[in-house]
């Protein structure tokens, strides 16, 4: 099992699915969706509006990658921070259910972004930390899962991962 934590655009990834930071709505926005959306051209929105009306916190939807990369998009919804302890569970939430649409479609490689720490204002450090416990908890009972790579687009977010993940122990870092 392997987690890497790298800096630099998630749309250029070449894992096999790339997560997005999406809305409930599914409705595209700015900071990595966007982005996303820019790179993978329009079908990926056809995609969702076709399959999905609308997406719960804490959880995630599938579509392909367009002219991505990426074979597909998993599109995980974390929450809009609150400061309460419901937003680690929903959070926690995203990213293990976009770990489930992987084992379900054989995705054996993923990159995330630092889902919830822009627009919806989770702190880093505390977001961090969840993201890569609940990755962790996951690849330890889902080997089929090969590698989970957290693409961080800023230097302090970067760093910030690379010390949760020496927090948690046991993990390669680049
Ligand atoms: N590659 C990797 N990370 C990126 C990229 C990129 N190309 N672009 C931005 N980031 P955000 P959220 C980082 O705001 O907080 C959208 O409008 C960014 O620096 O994209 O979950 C959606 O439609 C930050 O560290 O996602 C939703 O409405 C991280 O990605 C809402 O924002 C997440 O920032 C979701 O907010």
Redesign the pocket.
Same mark, same amino acid.
């Given at each position: 099992m392997a987690i890497e934590i790298v800096k /630099?655009?998630? @749309?250029f990834e070449q894992t096999e699915a790339i997560a997005n930071?999406?809305?409930s709505r599914l409705? +595209? %926005? /700015? %900071?990595?969706? /966007?982005?996303?959306h820019r790179a993978g051209g329009p079908a990926i929105m056809q995609e969702l509006k076709k399959k999905y009306d609308t997406c719960l916190t804490g959880h995630a939807v599938i579509t392909g990658g367009g002219k991505l990369k990426a074979k597909y998009v998993i599109h995980a919804v +974390?929450p809009v921070y609150s400061g309460k302890s419901k937003d680690a569970e929903l959070l926690a939430g995203a990213y293990r259910t976009s770990l489930e649409l992987c084992t379900q479609h054989q995705i054996s490689s993923v990159s995330f972004?630092?889902?919830? @720490? %822009?627009? !919806? +204002? !989770?702190p880093?450090r505390e977001a961090a930390r969840v993201a890569v416990r609940t990755v962790r908890e996951y690849l330890n009972t889902h080997p089929e899962i090969k590698l989970v790579r957290f693409?961080?687009?800023?230097e302090e @977010?970067f760093k910030t991962y690379q010390e949760a993940l020496a927090f948690n122990g046991n993990a390669q870092s680049l």
């Open positions: /630099g655009d998630i @749309t930071a999406a809305n409705a +595209g %926005g /700015g %900071g990595v969706d /966007g982005a996303i +974390g972004p630092s889902i919830s @720490t %822009g627009a !919806y +204002g !989770y880093v693409v961080l687009f800023d @977010t």
